[in-house]
T-cell receptor, first 114, second 112 residues
Framework: NAGVTQTPKFRVLKTGQSMTLLCAQDMNHEYMYWYRQDPGMGLRLIHYSVGEGTTAKGEVPDGYNVSRLKKQNFLLGLESAAPSQTSVYFC?????????????FGPGTRLTVT | QKEVEQDPGPLSVPEGAIVSLNCTYSNSAFQYFMWYRQYSRKGPELLMYTYSSGNKEDGRFTAQVDKSSKYISLFIRDSQPSDSATYLCAMSAPGRDDKIIFGKGTRLHILP
């Protein structure tokens, strides 16, 4: 039982390049979330999903897209990376409304955009 | 006004001291109040949660919720160097929203 895993762990991009971050969970959780964490800004929600095939915008969705084609996977895409997207990205999952209080986080992806 | 306010610190206290961490909030719909702990270069993990008002104790940790004042606290007794981490308060209103709102986190250093 690996919990929540994120791929890759580190990445350096040049401005304008694209990439996809993969989040996978093996807990059969319904809800999945993508956050970014920046110094002094805390955790900010980018996009989230309340079930396979669903996605919704969070607090800072601009410049990102997501897909939830399979229940266990949640992908975060950057189509044209900008230096402002330099951050640590965390994926999280939870069972649903009844267990919303307990989000399980992945180890994070450190992204630098130059 | 931000939905959840938390002093970022850093807070430095000597080993063995009692630590008090606090958050205020503005949304009266919040029902679940959580504390997450995040070690350096790791993801946050749930430390404890409280439903509605009252206190909850787990070992050296006590969480308090005062809904009338919209104020929550986490107390750490007999603090240890291993408690050094960032503590994030978080809140949710299940049934109304599918998200958790996090505070910005307080960095805590326990000095040996």
């Amino acid at each position: 039982n690996a919990g929540v895993t994120q791929t890759p762990k580190f990445r350096v991009l040049k401005t304008g390049q694209s990439m996809t971050l993969l989040c996978a969970q093996d807990m059969n959780h319904e809800y999945m979330y993508w956050y970014r964490q920046d110094p002094g800004m805390g955790l900010r929600l980018i996009h989230y999903s309340v079930g396979e095939g669903t996605t919704a915008k969070g607090e800072v969705p601009d410049g990102y897209n997501v897909s939830r084609l399979k229940k266990q996977n949640f992908l975060l895409g950057l189509e044209s990376a900008a230096p402002s997207q330099t951050s640590v990205y965390f994926c999280a999952s939870t069972g649903g409304t009844g267990t919303l209080y307990e989000q399980y986080f992945g180890p994070g992806t450190r992204l630098t955009v130059t | 006004q931000k939905e959840v306010e938390q002093d970022p610190g850093p807070l430095s206290v000597p080993e063995g001291a009692i630590v008090s961490l606090n958050c205020t909030y503005s949304n009266s719909a919040f029902q679940y109040f959580m504390w997450y702990r995040q070690y350096s270069r790791k993801g946050p993990e749930l430390l404890m949660y409280t439903y509605s008002s009252g206190n909850k104790e787990d070992g050296r940790f006590t969480a308090q919720v005062d809904k009338s004042s919209k104020y929550i606290s986490l107390f750490i007794r007999d603090s240890q160097p291993s408690d050094s981490a960032t503590y994030l308060c978080a809140m949710s209103a299940p049934g109304r929203d599918d998200k958790i709102i996090f505070g910005k986190g307080t960095r805590l250093h326990i000095l040996p």
